[in-house]
Structure formats: structure tokens, C-alpha cells
């Protein structure tokens, strides 16, 4: 595979993966970044409910009320934002496991912001520093495959969520896929197809001193 150097300062991008609970994405942003190491583009992916996060707070998160859960949740999307900002600024491309979109998904569904989408707008703009992705990437898959992909999976609290709460998720990142020019990948697809897919969209959107015809 041919190597890519002499990336320019613009290629410091922040790039977006999004979806339902069970859709593939995580497995596919992990894919795209060893793809992207493999050819020599530093890059690091962040993520706000982390592993260490669900190993921490995964028996606790089901006694919180409402308000404690949106400021925890406040708390890890500021600290993925801060690695966003910091890791760019370092000229490195940034993967977001999932970005501010997440967040105005699960609270325009659910506690008492629910119905205050101007409020939602502030909240979300003061967590993730007004930084917004480069390309977002939406892996779209049914309802009832991730639901099947999470109950072969540990369990944690948002693993645990009814059938319907899948459904609102997905009729969501519909809309939003629509609305703001997602790119839409199919989740079912084989994950180095998936994989393959992604990272030519992200390389082509790059600022390279070099052609990219062997991967490409």
C-alpha cells in the first residue's frame, strides 16, 4: 500500500462516526484508524462514554436521576472535546466516536430539556466548544439486528433500553443523516467493506502531497 506524506496543516479534521447502540460504529472507527496508521496518518479517536467511564459508572448510572445523568454525561462530552482540541491542534485527524449529536439525540427524548431545544442548542454548544465534525459518517442499520448485536454483548444501562427507545434512535438519526448531509454507510455491510469505504471518503477530503491511486 502506498505510503502518504507531507500532509499539510489543513489536515488536522475532525470526522464524526454516528448510529444507534449496536451498529457497528465502534468497530468501525477502530478499523478506519489502523487503516489510516497503516498509512502513516497520525490520528487518534475519541470518545465520550469511554470504557473506562462504563467500568466506572455502569451499576451506578441506573439510580441517577435525570439532572445527575446530564451532567455526567456534560462532564465526559467536555473531556472528548478537549481531546479533540487538543490532538488537532497537534495537526492530527480526529475520529469521534460519536459527536454532539448524540447528545441532542438522547436528551430531545428524554428528561425534563426534552421539550427545550433552545436550551439543548446552548448546552451543546458550551460542551464541544462550537467545534463541528468535517464529514460525519452515519451507520444506518435495523433496529432489531443491533438490538440482536447488543444482547450478544456484556450489558450496560443504555444496552438495556427497550425496543422502542432503538426505534426513536433510529427514526432520529434518519432525520438528522437527511437534514445535515451525513454521509450514510449500510451497517450490515462486511466491516473491512465498511472500513475500506470510509477511509477513501476521509482521504479524499484531505489536503495530500501524493496520489492516492493504489488505494484509492
Not at 28 to 37: F, R, W
Amino acid at each position: 500500500m502506498e505510503r502518504i506524506n507531507n500532509i499539510e496543516k489543513e489536515n488536522n479534521k475532525l470526522f464524526a462516526f454516528s448510529g444507534i447502540d449496536g451498529c457497528g460504529k465502534t468497530t468501525l472507527i477502530n478499523n478506519v484508524s489502523k487503516e489510516l496508521k497503516n498509512l502513516e496518518l497520525n490520528n487518534y479517536i475519541v470518545k465520550a462514554y469511554s470504557n473506562e467511564f462504563k467500568t466506572m459508572f455502569k451499576d451506578k448510572i441506573p439510580f441517577y436521576d435525570d439532572t445527575t445523568l446530564r451532567h455526567l454525561f456534560n462532564f465526559f462530552s467536555s473531556l472528548q472535546s478537549d481531546q479533540a482540541i487538543k490532538y488537532l491542534k497537534e495537526g492530527n485527524i480526529v475520529l469521534a466516536d460519536r459527536w454532539s449529536e448524540a447528545f441532542e439525540q438522547y436528551h430531545s427524548m428524554n428528561g425534563e430539556i426534552s421539550k427545550d431545544y433552545s436550551y439543548r442548542q446552548k448546552m451543546i454548544n458550551d460542551v464541544f466548544r462550537n467545534l463541528k465534525p468535517h464529514l460525519t459518517f452515519y451507520v444506518s442499520i435495523n433496529p432489531d439486528v443491533a438490538i440482536k448485536r447488543r444482547n450478544d454483548k456484556e450489558k450496560d444501562y443504555f444496552d438495556k433500553m427497550p425496543t422502542e427507545y432503538y426505534q426513536k434512535q433510529k427514526i432520529f438519526y434518519d432525520l438528522e443523516a437527511i437534514k445535515n448531509d451525513w454521509i450514510k454507510l449500510d451497517g450490515t455491510n462486511d466491516p473491512e467493506k465498511l472500513s475500506k469505504q470510509a477511509t477513501k471518503i476521509i482521504l479524499g477530503s484531505l489536503a495530500l502531497n501524493t496520489t492516492l491511486k493504489e488505494y484509492l
